[in-house]
């Protein structure tokens, strides 16, 4: 690349990038730039933390802004036709940053103070809680997380105060916003939480005086009418159907891929652990977050115990804000075995696996994990098989046409122990779950580890129980 592809913008170096090969060499490595800019769209750039494509122009002495969405849902061609388009109505007058200012003539001497807007902050807030989340290291995939966000915010939040600057939001902006979200509790509630942690953000930062910080947030909960819809739980077995489940899984496979998948299933299952600890998600996480997946290290065969640690569980801190202890399952023989079967098949393959390595390592790139989705895959294949058999599949028996799902194994182990009178305080325990009594919690510490142990063995002789 020529060095006329280099120039130098506020204090970051920007690389010019002029095709798809080189926009996806580049949002993927390590570069230290904070941006690049696209050739063929003046001022078009994308920012390489959070693949978001921005439109920064001057024009007649005035600088406008626009997003336009994410890579690579948003194509280097679309970007730069919507830049395109962005400019031209900008000279259309079609489009402003904000509403024209009132004029007002300023006496000689003094300057008029800038007006910082919502929509100005946003990029700079959304910057800073990337950087908060990979400085934390718990989050497994900081940039789909701030996405998320972004996403919420532009969905949401930005058509009502994107406009306004801080101090001018008031209660009635902010129910306006959640009101506006009716079909969904889960969308209204995750939209609250982005406004909050912005608005704590601009106190902190100094762009809102604490004595104009006056949002009732309980009052704007209480104005609020219900959703119209109703949250669902995750589909789940009927608890007749696990151990026919099992054995469907446990038949012979044809490809190396299934039989991964198959192993993967069965873990979670016995164990009764969210699939974040096990498995990738659909997006790859990189650097320090991909190190917080399950690895050999973790599992003593000789003890019979897979040690979870902190920092791998979804929730890192207790309720006191301190640092959860490592979270110990005890493993029972048939999860034992599936272990080892995990071991001899990649010894057959030349590759002996280390402590260092993922438990269940992506067949065809051992430096990963399995993916999460292949066990969704496997559910529907069996269900679907199960069907054409003459059964009747694995819905729900709550929720009818719904599909049983990976977290839905841990509601089939509760309904399990507490149909056989095992004490709520074990399954609890077993399920990482925190108890809501604070003062439970400081006297409560022994995680009753032998206590669960002939549970969970019992747990997975029913499991196996159709085998």
């Not at 259309?92 to 007002?104: I, L, T, V």
Request: net charge positive; proline share 6%; aromatic share 10%.
């Amino acid at each position: 690349m020529s060095l006329n592809s280099f120039k130098v913008q506020r204090g970051h170096i920007i690389r010019k990038i002029s095709n798809d090969y080189q926009l996806k060499r580049f949002v993927s490595s390590d570069w230290h730039e904070k941006y690049f800019s696209i050739e063929g769209a003046d001022g078009l750039r994308i920012e390489r933390a959070t693949q978001t494509w921005h439109l920064l122009i001057k024009i007649n002495g005035k600088m406008y802004h626009r997003t336009f969405g994410h890579y690579p849902e948003v194509s280097l061609a679309v970007a730069i036709s919507k830049a395109k388009q962005a400019k031209e109505d900008i000279l259309s007058g079609k489009f402003d940053n904000r509403p024209p200012a009132p004029k007002k003539k300023a006496s000689s001497g003094t300057r008029r103070k800038k007006i910082i807007l919502v929509d100005d902050l946003a990029p700079e807030y959304f910057h800073y809680k990337l950087s908060v989340l990979q400085s934390q290291k718990t989050n497994k995939n900081p940039v789909s997380t701030v996405r998320r966000m972004e996403t919420h915010y532009t969905n949401y939040i930005r058509p009502v105060i994107g406009m306004l600057p801080p101090d001018k939001i008031t209660n009635d902006e902010v129910h306006k916003i959640l009101a506006s979200i009716q079909d969904s509790a889960t969308t209204r509630k995750k939209t609250k939480d982005v406004m909050s942690l912005m608005y704590k953000w601009f106190v902190n930062a100094g762009y809102l005086p604490l004595s104009k910080s006056n949002l009732d947030w309980e009052g704007i909960k209480g104005a609020l009418l219900p959703c119209s819809s109703v949250a669902r739980n995750y589909p789940r077995l009927a608890l007749t159907d696990v151990p026919r489940f099992v054995a469907m899984v446990l038949e012979p496979v044809e490809t190396d891929r299934d039989f991964m998948t198959s192993c993967a299933t069965l873990l979670l299952l016995l164990t009764a652990q969210r699939c974040g600890s096990l498995l990738c998600p659909d997006r790859t996480p990189v650097g320090d977050a991909l190190q917080r997946f399950a690895k050999w290290r973790d599992i003593d065969f000789e003890k019979k115990i897979w040690t979870i640690p902190a920092e791998c569980l979804k929730v890192t801190l207790s309720s006191r804000n301190t640092m959860r202890p490592p979270l110990r399952i005890p493993l029972a023989e048939q999860t034992i075995d599936v272990l080892y079967n995990i071991k001899e098949y990649w010894l057959k393959r030349g590759f002996g696996l280390e402590p260092e390595d993922f438990v269940v390592p992506k067949v065809d790139d051992p430096a990963i994990p399995h993916k999460s989705f292949t066990v969704r895959e496997l559910i529907h294949a069996l269900h679907t098989k199960d069907i054409a058999q003459g059964g009747k599949g694995f819905f729900d028996p709550e929720q009818p046409g719904r599909i049983a799902t990976t977290h839905g194994f841990r509601s089939d182990f509760q309904d399990w122990c507490l149909s056989r009178r095992y004490d709520i305080l074990l399954t609890e325990k077993a399920l990482a779950h925190e108890g809501r009594d604070k003062v439970q919690q400081a006297y409560q510490r022994d995680d009753l580890l032998e206590e669960r142990r002939e549970m969970m063995q019992a747990w997975a002789d029913y499991c196996w129980s159709q085998a």
